[in-house]
């Protein structure tokens, strides 16, 4: 399976846990973008990078989180000191191109369930 | 500020029927737009994608149309059968996606 793959698809954690979540996306693509999705909602903007370099982030995204692509290839999306709030599906998505306008194809989620 | 809404937030079509799922968006400089299917504990999948430099364009019993006038697309389903059931998703597709609300299809048999 050539997609792109989300590591873990569920976690569970108490409040005031940290937790990561693994993106790894299609081969060769050089963009790589964060969504969350809460029930009910259309996913929303996180952030993304450009081979290694973190171009954009949402005002979601607040100081607890961070996101890395050392390598331009795997990214991860760590949330410290975890909040209720928190609780929703984090998706990854990744495309082929440079120029912003192309189709971004997404994984399967990380459902992360905050106590 | 970006905007991209659907219009209804559930639609119920018999199988064999055709679905039409509507969306408007608000940013008329908005030239690039991809639909998404989401099924339960799913990521979304791609379906089909229009640019502005287009009406219309079709899939595998896929149509999307684009009305830059009343700046409104729509996607329509041919012979609509139960695994098309899910949550659809028009997005706005600049440096990043911007996603209505979605509309759920449920297939009556």
């Known amino acids: 399976d050539t997609g792109v793959s989300q590591n873990p698809r569920h976690k569970i954690t108490k409040r005031g846990q940290n937790v990561t979540f693994r993106c790894d996306p299609i081969?060769?693509?050089?963009?790589l973008y964060w969504y969350r999705q809460t029930l009910g909602q259309g996913p929303e903007f996180l952030t993304y990078?450009?081979?290694?370099?973190?171009?954009?982030k949402s005002r979601l995204l607040s100081d607890r989180f961070s996101a890395e692509r050392p390598k331009g290839s795997f990214s991860t999306l760590e949330i410290q000191r975890t909040e209720q709030g928190d609780s929703a599906m984090y998706l990854c998505?990744?495309?082929?191109?440079?120029?912003?306008?192309?189709?971004?194809?997404f994984g399967p989620g990380t459902r992360l369930l905050v106590l | 500020g970006e905007s991209v809404g659907l219009h209804l937030p559930t639609l119920s079509v018999q199988e064999g029927d055709n679905s039409i799922i509507n969306c408007a968006y608000s940013?008329?400089?908005?030239?690039?737009f991809i639909w998404y299917k989401q099924e339960s504990g799913k990521g979304p999948q791609f379906i089909i994608d229009?640019?502005?430099?287009?009406d219309k364009r079709q899939g595998q019993r896929v149509t999307v149309l684009l009305n830059k006038t009343v700046k409104h697309l729509s996607l329509q389903i041919a012979a609509t059968q139960p695994g098309d059931s899910a949550v659809y998703f028009c997005?706005?597709?600049?440096?990043?996606?911007?996603f209505g609300q979605g509309t759920r299809l449920t297939i009556n048999p």
């Open positions: 229009i640019r502005s430099n287009m």
């Open positions: 990078f450009q081979n290694e370099a973190q171009l954009e």
């Open positions: 081969s060769e693509h050089n963009r």
């Open positions: 998505a990744s495309s082929p191109r440079t120029s912003g306008r192309e189709t971004q194809y």
């Open positions: 940013n008329s400089a908005s030239d690039y």
């Open positions: 997005a706005e597709a600049a440096q990043k996606l911007v």
